[in-house]
Structures are given as structure tokens and as C-alpha cells.
């Protein structure tokens, strides 16, 4: 909604300029009358003055003119994209699933395999998987396959190569794994034959079929018969010239069936299938696995050719028997932000109006139930020229035709005001909808310049739910406005925030020739480019317009006519439309994994940085957490690392005293600005170093990604405990706490509970041992921060020689002052913990006493944390990481093996 208001800038700047010309000219003349010899050069001088000035007049006059005055009497027509012959179709009414038994044999995601990480062509493909929400693995074709299996289950739905000649040449033994992959699970795979070789033509070794590379081909025709189209409307008929580089095939064998038609650009012919003459040649090309039993789809190009992206996902979807295959319903909500801010000159008139309302019922037969959906600020009404405000007076005696939805009184943004100024402008401008009798029911509302939405200003969403009952808006801004194709949605304090695109046109946009390539650019983003692709990838998409894009040339009436028109064409597409609550609830029941919102740090990304509150500093966030896991010393530790005076903690919380506990549990819900509370304003300390303790994260699932969202530069704690003490001590602490099953139960009852006991009883065997299964959170931890970030700590040597521990811990946060811990530390022979000297902040805990563990449960523990402690052991090696002391019977066991070898 970023006014762009180039007109009246000119306009301004031009008033300016002329009245100061003026001045001056006047100063001139008055200097040069008043002298008594009046020359004829000083007339001339004058004379020169004045037509100097004129002529600026009237060509900036004339630009400003012309620039008003440059819409089209006869908005541009619509596009007629459809060659088809819509009767054409094998069997319209063909049943469009791909659905086979075998899908329940492999799991959801696809194996990429790329010639180099990030290759173009590779990444085209993985930025569509991700586009769809496809889950990918992605491996570079040098190195050794990943496990294809998980138990009797396959991991992979399809295989798609980058490069298929990765595959004629892969090595024997990768090949054979990959082709018994596949034989076993009735698993595709997908090749892209690139034209990057200087041959000619080529037979794939092993296979009846040759391949001619380089070629330049021209109009493109799908194969109607074939089972594989699924989204594809393989009725119609691409006319023009192909991009780029092309590898067709040819072939006798009756494996082989080709997906498209396409013709040599020398060639003179039309395609036509039916023509034996003059055979067409093959761009895509299906095996039927008639020869060994694998189903292959080749393509002779990238995915730069539009269509293919639509060819892709059909490929897709057939060879994973329809577990991959994307819904064909796709919903679409048009918004039109700020129907009444606009500047004189630019603003919709009757007639706009009037052809808003047709094109509208236009679009009705073309997505049954179809509204455009207003977002007004009453104080802008009628505030155009005398035929503007008519277009206004217009808008509301068509106020019924429309959905309405309120922005703000002005067009301001929300986060520069606190929550009572919101309402009052929000009250504001419900009693103007209230006036004028507008139907505002739809819950929905859009935060004018895009600001308050997300980052999250908690006074919006709270003026929101106050004055309008909202429940849902949308956001082109989360978790970031580009790449397009990434936003998501997420669920804060009952608000369905829903993702938003753009349809390239902004309020700037008036004009065909003021989008960017004119016409044409335009075009091709309607047909097969950026805006296709848009509700090609997103089964419902929310668009962003203005009432610029209205008025003018009405761009965006041509827009979304010539693209619905052409999804009709090449798609089978079931458009729908709904009002924005339903809408939103239909996204969550499709995207439930969506609900939750990730916070990131707005202070790394500059778009989010300038809409968030400039009374919220992201100084204030910590620089490293200790994660736990619960009962290694996490609190010692937290004390200690208080004591520096170049440290900094976060304030203690009513709930979970030195806890923040914000990335587990509901915490996460209370957003941002809840956690941000945690911590001291950086200026009021002398210290930069800010750190939280939660000893709940370190085996939360969630929280590593969370964490990393927030705070990607953050350093990590851990204190690693042998996980059978901490188990034991975890369990005292629960009985200590009252906890009735804790105390129902003996330790080893817990420990050794089965998979059918009770519920109560399997919960706690659970949140007892989970934690101690430390290779498998670690790993978690390590797939979003690099090694470097993360320092373990021995919980053993914490207890008996923290004054080392914490000098190596101030060498990996690297505090600028030292502190010296041997001075402060002291060790309490009645506590058995070493202590801050003179201390008043440590918690006076008394060491609890409990019994030891039984020699019956020491050695279940040893036996169960036994393959967990392996794994451990491993992944220190690899990371080249210190092992803590309590491992070396791991390393014991080990040296022992290899001699006995
Ligand atoms: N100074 C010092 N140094 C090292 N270790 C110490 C120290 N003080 C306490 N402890 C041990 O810490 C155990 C409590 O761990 P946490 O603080 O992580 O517990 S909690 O998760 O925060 O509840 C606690 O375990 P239990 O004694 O089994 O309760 C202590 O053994």
C-alpha cells in the first residue's frame, strides 16, 4: 500500500519552482524599470528570462499533462489466451487421480539429486518442491546415495536428477542400489536432459533411445492421451518460439511414449500428432518400464520453459502413485487496500466503478461466489476532483455487490501508536462505515504500509480484536517478503494471519507502459510467469491491488481476467472462492503445521526492522542460553556466570524463577515482546553480554529451530551429565516436588516401565529418560547452529573444579574482562558444591539426600544409555569435541575391542 505519488510531487515541486521563477522575474523587471537608462540588451536579457522560463513551463506542464492524461480511452482489451479446442479433450470427464496402492509403501518426500549444490537448474527445481510444500533430500551426485529405507518403508515418493546423464553414469554399486530402490517400491524417477554438451546426438547407453542436444525449437504441443497429465489441461497449444536449448528424443521402442510434441524451428510443418510425414519431435518423453520394470520421465530442457513447472508436478504426482499431487482446488481473494486514498488525478471514476462491478460478475462465472474484497479508510473520502467524488458516491450505492474491510481512519501506519490511539482511529472509522452503510462482516482487516502484522505489535492485533472482531488478516511479510513463493502463514492470539502476494501491480502501476517490459512483461507474468505461478503454487492466494490499479488504465481488471482466463486454458483448476474466515480456516486445516508462528530477530531484516516500534531494541536479546538439559547444574552454572560483572541474566520470572522458558511450551505464544520483557535495557547496564537459562530447552524439539530463528548468532551451553545420575536426580527432584506419581512409583519401577503400563507411569519413564538420549538432541541442535556456537560442559567437572570450567567457558563467549572465579568460588564441605564466596544470591539449597541408586537400577541405566552414549562418543569425535570424563568407558570398552581384534 506504499503511496507512490509521483504526480503531485511534480505538480508541487513545478508550483514551487514557477512562483520562485516569478519572483526573480519580477525582482529583475522592477530593478531594471526603476533605473533611468532602460537599454535594449536589458529588454533582450528580459525578453531571453521569460521565454526560458516558459518553455520549462510548459514542458513540465505538458509532462505532468501527459502523464494524467495517458489512460487509455478504451482500457487495454483482455488477452484471449485459450487456443484450444475445448472439446478436444480425450475424456473430460477422465478421472484425474493417480492414486495407486503403492503409496503406502515409500514416504512423502522426494530425493533431489544435483551435479553441484547449488546449481541454477537445481535450485529451480527445489524452489518449486519448496513452493508446493514438498519435503526434498538433496545430494550431489559425486558422493555416495543416502539411506533410501527406514525399516520395511520407503523414504522417497520419486527421484528427480537434475542431470539424468548423473544417472547413466552413475558408478555400478549406486546404480544398482537406486534401481533395486525403485523396482522394489514402484518409485520414478524424473530426468532433466540439459543441452550442454557439444555432441549431436547421442544412444543413452542401456536404453533404445537416442538423444539430439541443441536444438531450437518452436510451438508445443501436449499429448493428450497420456495418463500422466493431472493439472495439465493437455488440450491446448503453445504457439512461438521455446527458450533456450533443447535435447529431444527419439525412439522405436514401445516403452516409450512421448508426453509432448514440439517442432524443429527450421521445420515448416504445424505440430500435429497425426501428421506421419513430418514427425514432430519429443521434447518430454515417458518410459513405460516395459523393459526394466522402472518408470522414467525425461525433459529436454530446465525448467525455464513455463510449462514445464505444470509438467513437473504432474510428473510428480504420477510417479508417486498420487501421493504427491497437489490440490486441485485453488482459491483466490482479491483486495483492493485504500479504495479511497488516492490523489486527485488518479482515483477510480464512474465508469471504473461500473466496470468493476461487471468484471465481477465476469469473474463470478469464473469462481462461483466471487467478491472483490474493499479495505477502506473513511478519511479519504471524497477526496478526489468533482468526477472522482462521483466514482466514490458510486462505490458505496454499489456497496452491496462488495465485501468491505476496514483499514485504519488514516492511512497510517500501526506501530507508531500505542493501543489506544489505534482504537479511537479504528473507532473512527467503523462510525464512518456505520454512517454510510457499509457491510463490513468478514472479521478481516489489513494493517495499512504493511506494518504491525510481523513483526507483531501487540497493540494492533489488540485494537483489532476490540473494535472489529477480527480473526483474520494477511501479511506479504512473513517470515519475509522475498522469495514470494516462501510465505506462510501463522495463528497470534486467535488472529489468522494468512500470506499475501502481490500481482505486480502497486499503486505506481496506473498505466500499461508503466509496468516494467510494458505489455509484454505483463503478459508473460500472466501467462506462465510470475503471477501463474503464484496460484499454480498455492492452493489459496490472498492478492494485494490498489484503487489505482481500478481507475486509469485498469490494469488490474486486465490482469486478473487474462489470468484466470488462462488458468481456465492450461489448467484443470477448480477455482473457488470464500469468505476470508472460512478461507482462513480452510488454510489451517490444509497447513496445520503453519499454526504456530516462528519469531525471528527483526533487527536482521531491514524491510522488518523499519516497521517494528522504535521503542523495542533487539539489543536486548541474549548473546547464548544455557539449554540444560534439567538437573546437570544448569542453576550453579547461571549463578556463576551472574556473578561476572561483564555478564548480564535475564530477570526472574513469578512461574519458573530463573527460567524464561520461552521457546517450549505456551511461553512461545505470548510473543516477542513478552520475552523481551526477560531482559535489562541495554543501556542501563554496562555490560552487552545478555544470556538466559532454560533448562527445558535442550530436549525440546522445537526449540533449536525456534532459537535459531531468533537468535541465529547466538552461543549455546550444554551441560552433559552422565544421563543415568541425571535421570536418578531428575526423579528425586520430581518427588521432592510432590509429584503423586513420582511418588507412587519407585525409581526402577519408572525406569523400567513397559509400553502397556500406565499412562501416568509410561509419561514420566518418558520425560525421566528422554532427556538423557543426548547424541539425538544434540544432532537437533547441530542441524541450525555450526559446532563452533555450541560449548558442552562436563557436569562432573562443573561440581569438582568449576573454576576451570568457568575459565574455558569466558574463552568461548569471549567476555573482554576476565573474571577471576578462583577468587569468588569456595568450596562448602557442608553443601558439598562449591559456592559463591560470601554469597547472597545463591539459592541456599541444601544438598537434597537420597539414597544411592540399587545396583539393579545402575545397571539397567548402563545397559539402556548404553547405544545413546555410542552415538554420543561418535558424534564428539566427529566434532573433534572433548569428551566429558564420564564417557571414557565408552572409549574403555572400545580400546578394549580393538586389542582384543
Ligand atoms: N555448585 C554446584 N556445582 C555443580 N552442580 C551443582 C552445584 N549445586 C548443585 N548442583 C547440582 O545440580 C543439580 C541441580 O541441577 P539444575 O540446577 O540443573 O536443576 S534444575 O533443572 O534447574 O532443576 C543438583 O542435583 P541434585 O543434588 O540431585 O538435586 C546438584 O547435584
Not at 657 to 679: A, H, I, M, R, T
Not at 866 to 884: D, G, M
Amino acid at each position: 500500500m506504499e503511496l507512490k505519488l509521483g504526480l503531485n510531487v511534480e505538480l508541487g515541486f513545478l508550483g514551487m519552482y514557477c512562483r520562485s521563477s516569478l519572483i526573480v522575474l519580477s525582482n529583475i523587471c522592477a530593478r531594471c524599470f526603476c533605473r533611468k537608462r532602460f537599454t535594449l540588451t536589458r529588454l533582450l536579457v528580459i525578453l531571453l528570462i521569460i521565454s526560458v522560463i516558459t518553455t520549462i513551463f510548459s514542458i513540465s506542464y505538458l509532462n505532468v499533462h501527459l502523464r494524467s492524461t495517458k489512460r487509455r480511452k478504451i482500457p487495454p482489451l483482455p488477452l484471449s489466451p485459450c487456443r484450444a479446442n475445448i472439446t478436444d479433450m480425450k475424456n473430460p470427464f477422465k478421472k484425474i487421480s493417480h492414486h495407486t496402492k503403492d503409496v503406502l509403501r515409500f514416504g512423502e518426500k522426494v530425493l533431489v539429486l544435483v551435479d553441484l549444490q547449488f546449481s541454477k537448474a537445481g535450485t529451480k527445481i527445489i524452489r518449486l518442491l519448496e513452493a508446493v510444500r514438498i519435503e526434498y533430500k538433496v545430494v550431489s551426485t559425486g558422493r555416495n546415495l543416502p539411506t533410501l529405507t527406514h525399516l520395511d518403508e520407503g523414504k522417497f515418493a520419486v527421484i528427480i536428477f537434475e542431470n539424468f546423464n548423473a544417472y547413466i553414469n552413475m558408478d555400478n554399486w549406486n546404480r544398482q542400489l537406486l534401481d533395486k530402490y525403485c523396482l522394489e517400491y514402484n518409485v520414478g524417477i524424473i530426468g532433466f536432459v540439459p543441452s550442454t554438451t557439444d555432441m549431436i546426438t547421442e544412444i543413452v547407453p542401456g536404453f533404445p533411445l537416442t538423444m539430439e542436444y541443441n536444438q531450437k525449437l518452436q510451438d508445443y504441443k501436449l499429448n493428450r492421451f497420456s495418463d500422466v497429465w493431472r493439472v495439465t489441461k493437455a488440450s491446448q497449444f503453445y504457439e512461438g518460439r521455446l527458450p533456450g536449448d533443447w535435447t529431444v528424443f527419439r525412439t522405436n521402442h514401445s516403452t516409450y511414449e512421448p508426453l509432448s510434441y514440439s517442432k524443429k524451428q527450421s521445420q515448416k510443418f504445424s505440430v500435429s500428432i497425426e501428421d506421419d510425414d513430418n514427425k514432430p519431435v519429443s521434447p518430454v518423453i515417458y518410459d513405460s518400464g516395459k523393459i526394466d520394470n522402472i518408470k522414467r520421465i525425461l525433459f529436454g530442457s530446465t525448467l525455464r520453459f513455463w510449462l514445464h513447472r505444470l509438467l513437473l508436478l504432474d510428473s510428480i504426482s504420477y510417479l508417486s502413485h498420487g501421493k504427491l499431487s497437489v490440490s486441485l482446488d485453488r482459491y483466490i481473494q482479491i483486495d483492493i487496500d485504500d479504495i479511497f486514498v488516492g490523489k486527485e488525478g488518479i482515483r477510480m471514476l464512474v465508469e471504473d466503478v461500473e466496470a468493476l462491478a461487471q468484471k465481477q460478475e465476469l469473474f463470478q462465472q469464473i469462481i462461483p461466489g466471487f467478491h472483490f474484497n474493499l479495505g477502506f479508510s473513511g478519511r479519504y473520502y471524497l477526496h478526489g476532483s468533482y468526477d472522482e467524488d462521483a466514482g466514490d458516491k458510486k462505490l458505496l450505492e454499489y456497496r452491496d455487490k462488495f465485501w468491505w474491510f476496514g483499514h485504519m481512519w488514516r492511512h497510517e501506519q500501526a506501530h507508531k501508536f500505542n493501543e489506544e490511539a489505534l482504537t479511537l482511529a479504528m473507532q473512527q472509522n467503523k462510525k464512518f462505515a456505520q454512517e454510510n452503510f457499509i457491510p463490513v462482516k468478514q472479521n478481516y482487516a489489513v494493517a495499512p504500509h504493511h506494518s504491525g502484522v510481523y513483526p507483531v505489535h501487540e497493540e494492533l492485533y489488540k485494537a483489532w480484536r476490540n473494535v472489529w472482531d477480527v480473526k483474520v488478516t494477511s501479511t506479504e511479510e512473513y517470515p519475509k517478503l522475498n522469495p514470494s513463493l516462501r510465505r506462510r502463514g501463522f495463528i497470534y492470539k486467535g488472529i489468522m494471519v494468512l500470506p499475501r502476494q502481490t500481482c505486480g501491480l502497486y499503486t505506481h502501476t496506473l498505466v500499461l507502459d508503466d509496468y516494467p517490459g510494458g505489455k509484454k512483461g505483463l503478459d508473460d507474468s500472466i501467462k506462465g510467469g510470475e503471477l501463474f505461478q503464484s496460484i499454480l503454487y498455492n492452493p489459496i492466494t490472498i492478492f494485494m491491488t490498489h484503487l489505482s490499479n481500478y481507475g486509469n488504465d485498469r490494469l488490474a481488471l486486465y490482469t486478473f481476467e487474462g489470468a484466470l482466463k488462462f488458468l481456465k486454458c492450461w489448467t484443470n483448476f477448480n477455482l473457488k472462492s470464500l469468505p476470508p474466515l472460512q478461507l482462513a480456516l480452510k488454510y489451517f486445516e490444509m497447513f496445520p503445521e503453519e499454526r504456530d508462528p516462528i519469531w525471528q530477530n527483526p533487527c536482521n531484516y531491514k524491510r522488518h526492522l523499519v516497521i517494528w516500534s522504535a521503542n523495542k531494541t533487539c539489543e536486548k536479546l541474549p548473546s547464548f542460553m544455557v539449554v540444560g538439559p534439567q538437573k546437570t547444574g544448569t542453576t550453579a552454572l547461571y549463578t556463576f556466570l551472574a556473578m561476572h560483572p561483564g555478564i548480564v541474566s535475564n530477570y526472574n520470572s513469578p512461574d519458573t524463577f530463573e527460567e524464561v522458558q520461552f521457546f517450549n511450551g505456551n511461553n512461545y505464544y505470548k510473543g516477542l515482546d513478552w520475552y523481551l520483557e526477560f531482559f535489562p535495557d541495554p543501556s542501563n547496564s554496562t555490560s552487552p553480554i545478555i544470556f538466559e537459562k532454560s533448562a527445558t530447552y535442550f530436549d525440546n524439539e522445537v526449540v533449536p529451530q525456534r532459537a535459531f530463528s531468533l537468535l541465529p548468532k547466538a552461543r549455546i551451553i550444554c551441560i552433559l551429565l552422565n544421563p543415568a545420575k541425571r535421570a536418578y536426580s531428575w526423579y528425586q527432584h520430581m518427588r521432592s516436588h510432590d509429584d503423586p506419581t513420582a511418588l507412587s512409583y519407585s525409581f526402577y519401577d519408572v525406569i523400567s516401565a513397559s509400553d502397556i503400563a500406565p499412562r501416568k507411569l509410561r509419561d514420566l519413564r518418558n520425560r525421566c529418560l528422554n532427556p538423557g538420549m543426548y547424541a539425538q538432541h544434540l544432532v537437533r541442535w547441530l542441524d541450525y547452529y555450526q559446532p563452533s556456537q555450541i560449548f558442552i560442559i562436563d557436569g562432573e567437572q562443573l561440581k569438582n573444579d568449576p573454576i576451570n570450567v568457568m575459565h574455558r567457558v569466558q574463552r568461548f563467549l569471549q567476555v573482554e574482562k576476565y573474571y577471576d572465579y578462583s577468587q569468588h568460588l569456595r568450596y562448602d564441605p557442608k553443601k558439598g558444591f562449591f559456592c559463591e564466596v560470601l554469597s547472597n544470591n545463591f539459592r541456599k539449597r541444601k544438598r537434597k539426600s537420597y539414597p544411592p541408586m540399587t545396583d539393579e537400577e545402575t545397571l539397567f541405566l548402563k545397559q539402556y544409555y548404553h547405544k545413546y552414549n555410542v552415538a554420543l562418543s561418535k558424534l564428539f569425535e566427529r566434532l573433534h569435541i572433548t569428551a566429558p570424563s564420564w564417557l571414557e568407558e565408552i572409549y574403555e570398552m572400545k580400546r578394549n575391542e580393538l586389542t582384543t581384534v
